[in-house]
């Protein structure tokens, strides 16, 4: 035995070897990750239709199970059985060439006899030379003649003939069959195939075909049928109105209508009114379909082939059996039978089960029922307790408290409740209305609103508003509660509180007046920094009104003074007037001391307008001050001056640093971009002497400055105002020298996309 295994391991080393030696092991380790094959599948119908919906899930299943190699799939919905017009074909033609001019398709699935006429008409115009595979009812309109050498066609399979036998079989006193079908191409071609499939039965049953009438007429029609008839649906995507319709939803409505059993073609169809029949899976075309697209993908060759028989299942929907008294002994062998309802004998014991049952029951329920007397006993004795200690809280409770009967309107104020608001405890209406009456005009709206929300989609119920005391003043409370809802989430009962925070909201009322103080204080502070600069602004235009003067006094004084002249230096004073005066105009809107209102603004003019402002510091320290301002920058919503005072802040603190940071670079960038979906961001770049780190998270707080003449108030205030605004502001360090400070603006909602 020894030597027989010192053979074997030499043999299994020899291989080993021999395939790490071989060279086509490099090109198998480059195939581990091919790139994915693109399949292009075009349904006839619009999307959302059942059918093609589950055949899509299919198919997308079984490639990503049975492919050895990444396959994407896209699927396009043609919709071209609601629009069969040449307009929109041709549009639809256009969108394919855009979508797909870039996009490679290794092989195009033509599902349904319109999408397969697009593909013969424009496939190779669209996507070139690929396999194509046509996928229709019936291949007799697809001869070889019309199909090119990358196409193959292929049926569907629908097998109408055997669903006729069984109709036979199941019904054999039947004597009509009515064939409910559309107007749409593929309707027509369903039909063409069911003439064709029950021609044998022509002796057997008369056979009419409904399918030139509205729906309107077809379920007049079916309605009113003669005895011993039978209907077999096909499909109907549009009747003889042009009305576009969804099969399954249709059979439905049949069904309902019908004094006759209704048969059907599809496995779709069970559960919704048909009996049954020899049904086409939905679910098993996907798999075919996703078979013949692995085959062909590997590089087999094209066939042209048929479904039949494997497609196709006997199927039927037991309550339907039930409806119309059809012998379940009757169904062929291997018959899937849906919708099964438990037979009573078979949930129930027997009878003397049943009675042995009954008693044990009326014995449980006597003992129940002392269980019970005696759990409410100790119930009352409970309540009374909690109705004592509620009583107790309500008294000792420094809120208000309330409770609403919203089926009736009748409301409780606690006493307590009443006192806040100035009355005595018989003095307050026990409704909603006194409630809502009291309410402040401009609390009204969102105090009603709150209180739907919160009963219909149980948002938490917390507001703020003002109530109107028997004084006649308005005081503010926080109010507070919760609902009860029924088992169908109708609210039932709402009980809750109100507390004072009157004096809480005029402590707000003077931090905000002290925190507006502080900001106009900033704003005048740094108009006295860039004084020399203010100052150049104005005498600009001064200057040149008082040019324009001199000149026009001079031209007066001739004997025949040029008055288009004299014309032209009038203009030039006025227009300096107007430089200056809106120079001025800037200076009073950053000096107001006012209540500030937020509007929509352009990004743009409210920084050039600061960097105006500012030429004058910027040149006497000799700095390049560059912006750089997105050219697509969507308004803003905000305080014009405030926001100002954020960017001259910024702006001055910049130059400070530069002049502290000795020679140089002496450079400030001011950005703004919309780097992100709801905001614009605004950042200066100095590069100055930067942030020292542990400074970085303390220079935001009031009163800390690095400057020996700094207040410490700039970075503080601009950081308060930038919050106010639901904005942030921070710095970071630049990669060589300075530091960026950057904050965010709301985009008003306008511009918002």
């Keep these: 035995m020894k030597p027989l295994n010192i053979f074997k391991n030499f043999v299994i080393f020899s291989i080993i070897a021999a395939a790490s ?101 424009h496939g190779e115009a669209l996507f070139g030379d690929i396999p194509v595979v046509l996928i229709t009812a019936d291949r007799k309109n697809l001869p070889r003649s019309r199909l090119k050498p990358n196409m193959v066609s292929v049926e569907m399979g629908f097998d109408f003939g055997k669903t006729g036998s069984l109709i036979q079989d199941l019904l054999p006193k039947t004597k009509n069959l009515f ?45 009113r049928l003669p005895k011993d008839s039978v209907i077999f649906y096909l499909t ?10 969804v099969p399954r939803d249709i059979v439905d409505e049949i069904s309902e209508k019908a004094n006759a059993p209704t048969f059907g073609v599809m496995d779709l169809y069970l559960g919704h009114g048909i009996v049954g029949g020899n049904l086409l899976s939905a679910g098993n075309q996907g798999k075919r379909y996703a078979e013949i697209v692995v085959k062909t993908l590997k590089g087999e060759p094209l066939t042209n082939s048929k479904f039949m028989g494997k497609g ?33 004998w078979a949930n129930h014991k027997p009878e003397v089960v049943a009675i042995i049952a009954f008693l044990f029951i009326e014995t449980s329920l006597i003992i129940m029922l002392w269980i019970q007397i005696k759990k409410r006993r100790q119930a009352e004795i409970k309540t009374h307790k909690s109705e004592e200690r509620y009583a107790l809280a309500v008294r000792g409770s420094a809120d208000g408290l309330w409770d609403w009967k919203t089926l009736s309107g009748e409301v409780f104020y606690a006493d307590r409740f009443k006192e806040l608001i100035g009355y005595s405890p018989d003095e307050f209406p026990g409704t909603f209305d006194s409630f809502r009456d009291h309410l402040h005009p401009e609390d009204l709206d969102a105090t009603l ?58 402590m707000e009322k003077k931090s905000q007046s002290l925190r507006d103080e502080l900001n106009h204080m900033s704003r005048v502070l740094s108009m006295g920094e860039i004084g020399a600069s203010l100052a150049h602004e104005i005498n600009q235009p001064l200057t040149a009104i008082r040019s324009y003067a001199q000149a026009a006094q001079r031209l007066l004084v001739d004997d025949t ?25 800037r200076i009073r809107m950053l000096m107001k001391n006012e209540q500030f209102e937020r509007s929509r603004m352009d990004v743009k003019t409210f920084i050039k307008e600061v960097v105006s402002l500012l030429s004058r510091n910027v040149e006497e320290h000799k700095l390049s001050l560059r912006l750089d301002l997105d050219a697509e920058l969507p308004q803003v919503f905000g305080d014009r001056v405030q926001l100002q005072q954020v960017v001259m802040n910024l702006i001055i603190n910049g130059l400070e640093a530069i002049n502290a940071g000795g020679d140089g670079l002496r450079e400030l960038v001011v950005r703004a971009l919309k780097d992100a979906p709801d905001v614009v961001t605004i950042s200066v770049q100095d590069s100055g002497i930067g942030i020292d780190e542990k400074n970085k998270d303390r220079i935001f707080d009031a009163f800390f400055s690095t400057k020996s003449q700094g207040m410490g108030m700039g970075l503080s205030i601009s950081r308060s105002i930038i919050e106010e605004h639901g904005g942030r502001l921070w710095v970071t360090q630049n990669p060589v020298r300075g530091a960026t400070f950057s904050f965010t603006v709301p985009i008003h909602k306008e511009d918002l996309r």
């Design 21 to 121: 030696l071989w060279p086509g092991a490099d090109i198998l380790a480059q195939d581990k990750n091919p790139a994915p094959k693109r399949v292009l599948a075009i349904f006839v119908f619009k999307k959302g239709m059942p059918g093609p919906y589950r055949i899509e899930e299919s198919l997308r299943a079984a490639l990503a199970s049975e492919s050895s190699f990444p396959i994407e799939l896209d699927v396009e919905y043609a919709d071209q059985s609601r629009f069969p017009e040449k307009t929109y074909l041709s549009k639809i033609i256009d969108l394919y060439q855009y979508k797909y001019s870039k996009r490679k398709v290794d092989l195009g699935l033509a599902i349904g006899n319109e999408s397969a006429d697009l593909m013969l008409e």
């Design 179 to 223: 064939v409910v079908s559309g107007t749409s191409l593929t309707d027509r071609k369903l039909k063409d195939l069911t003439v064709e499939a029950l021609a044998e039965f022509d002796g057997r049953f008369a056979i009419q075909y409904l399918d030139d009438l509205s729906l309107e007429d077809i379920l007049l029609k079916v309605a």
């Design 561 to 585: 003074p040029d008055l288009d002249k004299v014309g032209k230096m009038l203009a030039g004073i006025v227009t300096g007037n107007r430089q200056a005066e809106e120079v001025i105009q």
């Design 312 to 344: 196709n299942q006997m199927m039927f929907d037991w309550r339907q059996l039930k409806r119309w008294s059809i012998d379940e002994d009757r169904l062929p062998a291997g018959s899937i039978v849906r919708y099964r309802e438990p037979s009573i």
């Design 236 to 245: 109907l995507f549009r009747d003889a109105n042009g009305q576009s319709f």
């Design 449 to 506: 609103k709150a209180i739907e929300q919160h009963h219909q989609e149980r948002v938490p119920y917390d507001v703020e508003y003002r109530l109107r005391t028997k004084s006649g003043e308005y005081k503010w409370f926080r109010a507070r509660g919760q609902a009860i809802w029924d088992e169908h989430g109708k609210t039932l009962r709402m009980a809750g509180s109100i507390q004072d925070i009157n004096e809480r909201k005029q």
